[in-house]
């Protein structure tokens, strides 16, 4: 009888286990989109097709997506363009091309607009059109923030180039979501065939944040705050490291460099990926749980794939109930206010 009592008890907890969130309004801050003006510049520049870095790109509608996210119980989708970003050699076709993107945008937010909030793209290679599209998208379209690359022809952020674009996204007091990018120039050793999102897009995003600490842009735009992708990519392993080689660092730097503990710990990281439960243990001893926002990657993760890995985040004792919650939504209001 005792025996039966058990493993009833157990099957009702894991039930509960399962369950919960599921009720729990979800805000999704790394969800993407993919308008027809964007497929069509993939289609006339790649060299197999309308490919993504290397993958097909998803099969993508709104429809569809609202779909998704009635199913997982998301409310609100933050959503931004993912890779490749829209660069090709041509700056004048790139201002173009990021205007009808972020007015795509723009108009799913006016339609649904309690169902998704807009990160504006920038034409990053234009320096003068990045700064009137960052006007034109907090003033006329009304973004919730900007979405950057890692890195556009081989010029990772940080590099001074981007200066007046990190000056006026300062004074905006922009939230800024990273997105990596496939890697430029790997040598011909290297192995090619694996797409970069299963490792590369790690490197890519952990470069750029270390550039964007040891430049000195962040002491020099304060008020800027930046939400690093998929569990914070590298960075959780590397925390202990990068601190130790701190004065190392700063001896070798002509900029002034606060502790690297200090970025790492005011950085927003969102948990689209593979974030439990390596990366995750990794974030909760670099920053707290305030800084941790849910990201699904919809549509370019596949929806088995999203309600598997939030199974694991639902049930993971690394967290506690109210951390959770505050995950998968309060964090995120915290984040805009």
């Avoid at 509960?16 to 006339?44: R, T, W």
């Avoid at 890697?183 to 890519?204: G, Q, V």
């Amino acid at each position: 009888m005792k025996k039966n009592f058990l493993i009833v008890s157990a099957l009702i907890l894991a039930v509960k286990s399962l369950a919960f969130g599921q009720n729990i309004e979800i805000y999704d801050i790394h969800q993407h989109y993919i308008p027809d003006c964007y497929k069509q510049a993939l289609l006339e520049h790649g060299t197999k097709g309308i490919e993504s870095d290397g993958l097909p790109t998803p099969d993508w509608s709104v429809e569809k997506q609202l779909k998704f996210m009635d199913e997982m119980n998301i409310k609100t989708a933050f959503i931004s363009l993912a890779s490749p970003h829209p660069y090709w050699g041509d700056n004048k076709e790139t201002v173009e091309l990021v205007r009808k993107i972020n007015d795509e945008g723009a108009a799913i937010v006016s339609k649904y607009p309690d169902r998704f909030k807009l990160f504006a793209t920038l034409p990053l290679t234009d320096i003068e059109n990045s700064i009137k599209e960052i006007n034109y998208a907090y003033d006329e379209l009304h973004a919730i923030g900007i979405k950057l690359p890692t890195s556009v022809d081989g010029v990772y952020l940080g590099d001074e180039k981007f200066d007046q674009i990190f000056e006026e996204l300062n004074k905006r007091k922009a939230i800024v979501v990273l997105h990596p990018v496939q890697t430029l120039n790997l040598p011909d050793s290297a192995i090619k065939e694996y797409p970069p999102a299963m490792a590369l897009y790690l490197n890519e995003t952990t470069l750029a944040v270390l550039n964007l600490i040891y430049s000195s842009t962040l002491e020099k735009y304060p008020d800027i705050k930046f939400i690093i992708p998929h569990g914070g990519s590298l960075l959780p392993s590397l925390s202990d490291r990068l601190e130790g080689f701190q004065k190392l660092a700063q001896g070798k730097s002509k900029n002034k460099i606060s502790d690297v503990k200090i970025y790492l710990n005011k950085f927003y990281y969102d948990l689209a990926g593979f974030a439990v439960p390596n990366q995750l243990y990794g974030l909760l001893n670099m920053t707290d749980s305030s800084h941790l926002l849910y990201g699904s990657d919809y549509p370019y993760a596949y929806p088995e794939f999203i309600q598997n890995q939030k199974i694991k985040l639902d049930k993971t004792k690394l967290l506690n109930r109210n951390q959770k919650n505050k995950i998968y939504k309060e964090n995120v209001n915290l984040l805009l206010n």
